[in-house]
């Protein structure tokens, strides 16, 4: 061809906007195009003589034997005209995707290959050829580095993530489709488009990072530029090194984190809810790891161990509450050795070692696990039960105190019943032999008359004291005060009994000097009158009863003494309550409603005075009773003592 004519073809070829590439048949580069030059990074001069294979990376050398160019020649039928995608090698060893068209023209040494390129943005879009063979004939044989290749385009287009990659410009070079759609576009559009003009600063900052040799990650909100759909998510940058060693450009990942952020934000939300619940409940709640070390522990449980919550975490309980913590970490350990709970365990202040008033709790340890079965660790449940311990032994009290009453109450009818009717019979007997004689017109015994008489009073007695005692539960039991003689009172009631001491002998200590009191006469001789016939009742027949009047310190002290069968010790308190009569005094031996003592103390105590007894089983009782002497009182004013409790 002559020289000119070559010159104007090159020219031509210059001008064309897409590489071409011209060979002699050894595949020799006879011819490169301006573009190609651009394309591929080498000046004309350093390719010129060199094989074509120089353009395309190792892989691609050779097809089942042949060279790329010759296979893609010998498929130049089928493909008919259409071209082929394939990597070409840049000069820096960066493989970029290109159509690639393989034509021939003349034969044997006058063959001339031609080759015409067009650079792909998309690397990740085809399966075609030539690799099409690899995937359908079973007969072919299979070459690793193109499975290879294939297998990396599935993995890359199947990943649920979005994946791109750029160039150091940083020029989105390819991308899968999941990409595409996140981004809400099309391949097509994204290819090509430099990663500046999306101007995110931190999107640039990644990309520089990954440039600069280093991964980087991206967390944010992108707005689809069509739809203005808003999508959190996740980029993981990379960079990508060529052959050299050097950053060729970069991959990122890109995922769509609406539902993990839903997922998050629901879990934080939960988290929250239970941290409050965990916080605030009542009861005390705390998580020990398998070593029986506190990992997490709430205030209530805190302020029961005594020591603030941060305090706990990482240490035992022996660690916390010394040789307590020891004892209280048996449950615990327990359930760690045998996996099975442990409920309602009892434990006080005082087991625990807490400071504090006493209190006590119901704890439970129950092993912690994971859904596959694996034990983390023991929860502990501490309830402070000692609001509801006491209710509960209030009210066993309450209810024993009311079988108590309903037992009084019982045993009160029982023996008031008989007492009532023990003098009923002697004293029909007496009338119906004061009438028989009557009618014989006998001589009348008065003795017989006495005796009825004495049944009377008896009777009369029991049902005053049974009057008595319903007026002062009442409150309605008056008093008359008045300045009364307390010496010539005692002296006056031992005189009554003459008549009723039997073989007792009355032992009375008069005061060297007269008593006087503020007081109901009648009621005091009532009170004086019951310790008398205590004494007579609950002693021999014969013993000697000393009573004894004095005054100490403005206080007129009356005492009664007996030889009798004294009070048990653990009764003498019960004396003076309604209706109690002490177990050593059967109401078979001694007859009376237990009312006497009860009544007597209201009185003495609405006198300003104190009843009290000291006694011993077997050895006699002393009955006491001291009341204010007039001289305590105020001239000219009420008795204070008195005055509150007159009606
Ligand atoms: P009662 O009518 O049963 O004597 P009281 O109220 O006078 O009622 O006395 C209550 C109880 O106190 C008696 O049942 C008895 O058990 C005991 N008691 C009272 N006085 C004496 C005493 N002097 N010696 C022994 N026990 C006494």
Redesign the pocket.
């Known amino acids: 061809m002559a020289g000119g004519a070559i010159r104007e073809l090159e020219a031509v070829l210059d001008a064309a906007v897409d590489p071409v590439i011209a060979c002699d048949s050894g595949e020799h580069i006879l011819h490169v195009n301006t573009a190609t030059e651009r394309l591929v990074g080498w000046d004309r001069e350093q390719l010129l003589g060199k094989p074509v294979t120089k353009l395309f990376p190792s892989r691609l050398h050779s097809f089942q034997g042949v060279s790329l160019v010759r296979y893609l020649l010998s498929r130049r039928k089928l493909l008919s005209g259409r071209p082929t995608r394939v990597f070409a090698r840049r000069k820096d060893g960066v493989e970029l995707l290109v159509e690639l068209t393989v034509g021939a023209a003349g034969v044997n040494e006058e063959e001339r290959i031609v080759l015409t390129m067009r650079r792909l943005h998309e690397v990740i879009d085809t399966l075609d050829e030539p690799l099409e063979h690899v995937a359908n004939g079973p007969e072919a044989p299979v070459r690793p580095e193109e499975t290879g290749d294939r297998l990396y385009q599935l993995v890359v287009e199947n990943a649920p993530q979005g994946i791109f990659h750029f160039d150091r410009v940083p020029i989105l070079t390819a991308c899968n489709e999941q990409f595409a759609q996140l981004m809400g576009t099309s391949k097509r559009n994204l290819v090509g488009v430099n990663l500046l003009t999306l101007r995110d600063e931190n999107i640039m900052a990644c990309v520089r990072e990954s440039l600069g040799g280093q991964r980087c990650d991206y967390e944010g909100d992108y707005r689809a530029l069509s739809t203005g759909k808003v999508t959190p998510v996740r980029v993981r940058f990379a960079p990508c090194y060529a052959e050299d060693g050097s950053v060729e450009g970069g991959v990122a990942i890109v995922e769509d984190i609406t539902d993990r952020r839903r997922v998050e934000a629901e879990r934080e939300e939960n988290m929250a809810q239970l941290d409050l619940l965990f916080r605030g409940a009542p009861v005390g709640i705390g998580f020990l790891d398998t070593e029986l070390r506190y990992v997490r522990i709430n205030e209530t449980l805190a302020r029961i161990n005594g020591l603030p919550a941060e305090a706990h975490v990482g240490h035992t309980l022996p660690e916390l509450l010394g040789a307590p913590g020891a004892v209280a970490e048996l449950g615990p350990r327990q359930v760690l050795r045998t996996g099975e709970p442990m409920v309602s365990q009892e434990a006080t202040t005082e087991d625990l070692g807490a400071p504090g008033p006493m209190r006590s709790f119901s704890g439970s340890f129950y092993p912690v696990r994971t859904p596959d079965g694996r034990v983390l660790g023991v929860g502990v449940l501490l309830e402070d039960v000692t609001e509801r311990k006491r209710a509960e032994e209030e009210r066993a009290h309450l209810y024993g105190e009311a079988q108590e009453a309903v037992r009084v109450r019982d045993d009160f009818l029982s023996i008031a019943s008989h007492?009532l009717k023990t003098p009923l019979t002697p004293l029909s007997l007496r009338l119906a032999t004061l009438e028989r004689r009557l009618e014989r017109g006998e001589h009348l015994d008065p003795s017989v008359l006495r005796h009825a008489r004495h049944q009377l009073t008896r009777l009369t007695g029991l049902i005053n004291?049974l009057l008595d005692a319903s007026r002062i539960e009442a409150g309605r039991l008056a008093l008359h005060p008045e300045d009364t003689r307390f010496d010539q009172l005692v002296e006056h009631t031992l005189a009554s009994l003459e008549g009723q001491r039997g073989n007792h002998v009355f032992d009375f200590e008069r005061p060297p000097r007269t008593i006087s009191v503020h007081g109901d006469a009648y009621r005091l001789e009532q009170v004086v009158l019951?310790?008398l016939?205590?004494?007579l009742?609950?002693?021999p027949d014969g013993g000697t009863i000393r009573v004894r009047l004095s005054v100490d310190e403005d206080v007129a002290v009356l005492s009664?003494k007996?030889p009798?069968?004294?009070?048990p010790e653990d009764?003498q308190r019960q004396?003076?309550d309604r209706y109690?009569?002490?177990?050593?005094?059967s109401?078979r031996s001694?007859?009376?409603?237990?009312?006497?003592?009860?009544?007597?103390r209201d009185i003495v105590e609405r006198h300003g005075g104190r009843i009290w007894?000291e006694?011993e089983p077997g050895q006699?009782?002393t009955?006491y009773v001291a009341l204010p002497t007039l001289a305590a009182a105020r001239p000219g004013l009420p008795l204070a003592w008195a005055d509150r409790h007159l009606h």
Request: net charge negative.
């Open positions: 007492e004291d019951n310790l016939e205590n004494a009742k609950y002693s009664v007996d009798g069968i004294g009070i009764q004396l003076f109690f009569r002490a177990r050593n005094a109401s001694y007859g009376g409603l237990g009312l006497g003592l009860y009544i007597s007894v006694s006699g009782s009955f």
